[in-house]
C-alpha cells in the first residue's frame, strides 16, 4: 500500500512462494484469501497457480471445522499445508512465507502446528472521537486511530485489510476495536452506530479475525433509557440479550463484549450491591446463545487511597476482589487479569491471581503499546519481558501461558502512523506478542532473529539483533530501580517524576525516607501481598535475603546500604545501573547509525530521531533518580562520579 510502511511483510518475503508453482485446494472465504496472496505473490515473481498436476506447493483445506491448526511438511520435492479449517489453511501459508527458501529445501517431516492459546486479542484503546483528555487513542503513541476519524468509522478500509493481514501473519485471531474506557460515542456503538462495526468486521474477516467490542455496563441507562443497569434485574437481562440479537444479526461472527466494570470512574456491579460475577454472567447469558464471550477485566482497585495508610495496597486488589468468586463465573466468561498486579511496568511480580483461580476461565493481558516503557519513544523490545511471565510457573506443574485458558491479549501498539507503530522497532513488540501468543514458551530471540530477517533481510540483522535484543533491561537500568515502579510524571505517564504519585490517592508509591526505599508487603510487617502466592513463592517474596534483586523494592522497604545477592548495595546499584542505562542507549545508537545505507532510508532517518530523544530523557532520568537519592540517603557514589 502507498504510504505505509510494508512491515514485516515487504514484497520480497512473497519471492519465495511468488516463483512456485502452486496448487490450492478447497473452498471458502479464507481460501479465496489465501489463493488472492499466492496469486498476487506469482503475478510478482512470475511463478502460477496450477489447477491441477505438478507442482512445487500444495495448500490443501481438507474440511471446514474450523480449526486454526495445520499439517507441514515436505517430501519428494513438494512442500505440502493441510487443514480442516480455512484460518488453518491461512496460518500454513503464512508459516511457508515465514520460512522463506527454507520451505522449499531438503526435506521435512509432516508435523502439526496448532496454536496454544485459543484466542490472541488485541484490544484496541481507541476512542471513536477525539477525548479532550485522552485524544484519539488512550495510551496510544503512534498516531490517531485506525478506525475512526472525524467521529466516524474510516470509509477507506484499506488500511484496515492491510492490518488484518499483518495480524493474521503473526498470529493474531481477534480485535477489539475501541476502549476500555467506553464514552458516549463508543457506547453507541452497541447499538445505532453498530453498522460501523460491521464494516470494520467485515474487513478483519477477511483475515480470520474476530471483532470484539468494548461495552459500558451502563448502557441499559445510556442507551436504553432504563432506570437501573441491575444485572440481576430481569428487565435489564432482557435488554442486553435484545440488543445483543441485534449485533449478531450485523455481524454474525461477532467475538463477543470486553468490559472495564467498577474501574478509575467506569460504572459497574458494586452500585447495586451485586458481585462481578453477576454482571459478567448477565453478559455471558446474553451472550451464550451465539458463542460469544465476555472478557471481564480484573483491573479493580481503590484508586481513592490515603498515601499515609501503609496498610492498604493497590497489589492486593485483583486478588482480594476475584479469588473469592472462583467457580462462580459462567463457562463463556473470562477474566482479563493483568500480567502483573499494578499496571504494566518495566518490572513487577506476576500477578498472584494466575494460577488462584483454577474454577474460572482466565486470559493474561499484557501491554504492547509502551505507556510505561518508552511511549515508542525508546527502544524497548519488550519479548523477554513476556517470556519470564509466560514461563513463569505461579505453582508447580503449569505456567503462565499454560494457565491462560481464555488466551492471551495485548494492549494494542498500532496507530495511523505510516510506519503502524510510530516507533519502527516498536513493530518488533507487535510481531512478537501475536508469535508467544500462538506458542508462549517459543524463544523470543529466535522470534526476533524471525522478525529481523522478515523486516530488514539478512545484511543488517547483527545490528539490528544489538540494537532490540538488551533494550528492556536498558530502559530499565535508568528508570525506577529494583521493582518499585512508577516514579513517572503523572497523568501522561513520560519522563521521570520520583515523588510524581508519592502522595497521590492512586496508590503507587515507593516510601524513599533517609534511611530507606521500598513497599513492605510481607505477610510479617507489611501488606501481606507476598502471602497471595502459593509455595514456593510466598517464601522466596517474604524475605528481603530471598527475594530476587529485581524485585526487592517492591516487596521489601530496606536500607540504603542493603547488600543486594549481586554484592552491591542498593544506593550504588541506583546509581550504578543508572550511569550503565545511558551507556547503553548510547552503544544503541552507535550501532543503529552504522547502518546508515543498510536499512531504507525513510525507517532509518526516523530510529534516528527516535534515539535523540531516548537518550535526552535517559540522562534526565539518570540525573533525577540519582540526584534524588543522593538527597535522601547522604550516600555517595563509591565510583566518585558527579550526581547533579
Known sequence: MRGVDAAWLPDGVFRRVGT??????????????VRREVARSCARFGGSVVPDGDCDLVLELTGEDGSEAFTYGRRDGRTTVTASGGAGLLHGFFHVVRLGEAAFEGSCERLTHRPESALRMLDHWDNVSVHPVMGQVERGYAGGSLFWQDGRARGDLERVLAYGRLLASCGINAVAVNNVNVHEAEAHLLTDRIGEVAALAGAFREYGIRTHLSVSFAAPVVLGGLATADPLDEEVRAWWAEVTGRVYEAVPDFGGYVVKADSEGQPGPFAYGRSHADGANMLAAALEPYGGTVHWRAFVYDHRQDWRDRTTDRARAAYDHFVPLDGEF?????LQVKHGPMDFQVREPVSPLIGAMPGTRLAVELQATQEYTGQQRHVCWLGPMWSEVLRFRPEPGSSVGELARGGLVAVSNVGDDPFWTGHPLAQANLYTFGRLAWQPDADPLEILDEWIRLTFGTEPAAGVRAVLEGSWRTYEKYTAPLGVGFMVQPGHHYGPGVDGYEYSPWGTYHFADRD????????????????QYAKPWAEVYE????????????FHHVPYGHVL??????????????????EEAEAARRVWDSLVGLVDAERHSRVAERFEEQLRSAREWRDQINSYFFRKSGVPDARGRRIP
Open 543 to 554: 524475605s528481603p535475603e530471598t527475594c530476587p534483586d529485581e524485585l526487592l523494592l517492591f
Open 330 to 334: 459462567a463457562s463463556n466468561a473470562v
Open 565 to 582: 545477592h549481586s554484592g552491591r548495595t542498593v544506593i550504588q546499584h541506583i546509581y550504578d545501573t543508572h550511569f550503565e542505562g545511558v
Open 516 to 531: 530507606g526505599v521500598g513497599v513492605d508487603r510481607s505477610a510479617a510487617t507489611g501488606t501481606g501481598y507476598a502471602a
Open 20 to 33: 512456485r508453482r502452486t496448487l490450492i485446494r478447497g473452498a471458502g472465504p479464507l481460501v479465496e484469501t
